[in-house]
T-cell receptor, first 115, second 114 residues
Framework: ETGVTQTPRHLVMGMTNKKSLKCEQHLGHNAMYWYKQSAKKPLELMFVYNFKEQTENNSVPSRFSPECPNSSHLFLHLHTLQPEDSALYLC??????????????FGEGSRLTVL | SQQGEEDPQALSIQEGENATMNCSYKTSINNLQWYRQNSGRGLVHLILIRSNEREKHSGRLRVTLDTSKKSSSLLITASRAADTASYFCATDAYSGAGSYQLTFGKGTKLSVIP
């Protein structure tokens, strides 16, 4: 148990669906992240939120829309995805991010399959 | 672009043997971290070594860092079947505008045979 909880653990959606991934951290951290892990590729950083403000967007397509209502919760809204978006989506948190990269605490991930 | 790259991509050893994994990176760093991932699960932080440190230990783990060669190694001594996992190095790379990103390599897949 890392203190970072992701739901759902598994999600299957069609290309026209709208769904959301949720992440919650109970560690009192100020930074939260979304990473994408595809087969045979390095982890890709998608978004960084530091004190609820988005500080990084790594040229992620607009069909992925993040939301960070407070420092403990992070969402990834999904709409009109493509089959190549199928991957393991990992949420992480740390004390702070952007300049001082310390230890990241990861959730167990949400396995997304787009049909 | 990928900052860290692990070598080998896959490693298979007998239980009790030592496992060594290497990581090379391209640009200067503030720190380097190693993570472990069991199949289909999240990553778990193992150890962080700062750029001014050369060696660090944690239990059966030993990490070295050579900034002149831009490389690091992770040694797991007396391996156990439970050490079977993928191991990733992560480095903080400058992403512009005064900020850094933590960039991961593709990982080394370690199999420890009982």
């Amino acid at each position: 148990e890392t203190g970072v909880t992701q739901t759902p653990r598994h999600l299957v959606m069609g290309m026209t669906n709208k769904k959301s991934l949720k992440c919650e951290q109970h560690l009192g951290h100020n930074a939260m992240y979304w990473y994408k892990q595809s087969a045979k590729k390095p982890l890709e950083l998608m978004f960084v939120y530091n004190f609820k403000e988005q500080t990084e967007n790594n040229s992620v397509p607009s069909r992925f829309s993040p939301e960070c209502p407070n420092s403990s919760h992070l969402f990834l809204h999904l709409h009109t995805l493509q089959p190549e978006d199928s991957a393991l989506y990992l949420c992480a948190s740390s004390q702070e991010g952007g300049i001082a990269w310390g230890e990241l605490f990861f959730g167990e991930g949400s396995r997304l399959t787009v049909l | 672009s990928q900052q860290g790259e692990e070598d080998p991509q896959a490693l298979s050893i007998q239980e009790g043997e030592n496992a060594t994994m290497n990581c090379s990176y391209k640009t200067s760093i503030n720190n380097l971290q190693w993570y472990r991932q069991n199949s289909g699960r999240g990553l778990v932080h193992l150890i962080l070594i700062r750029s001014n440190e050369r060696e660090k230990h944690s239990g059966r783990l030993r990490v070295t860092l050579d900034t002149s060669k831009k490389s690091s190694s992770l040694l797991i001594t007396a391996s156990r079947a439970a050490d079977t996992a993928s191991y990733f190095c992560a480095t903080d790379a400058y992403s512009g505008a005064g900020s850094y990103q933590l960039t991961f390599g593709k990982g080394t897949k370690l199999s420890v045979i009982p």
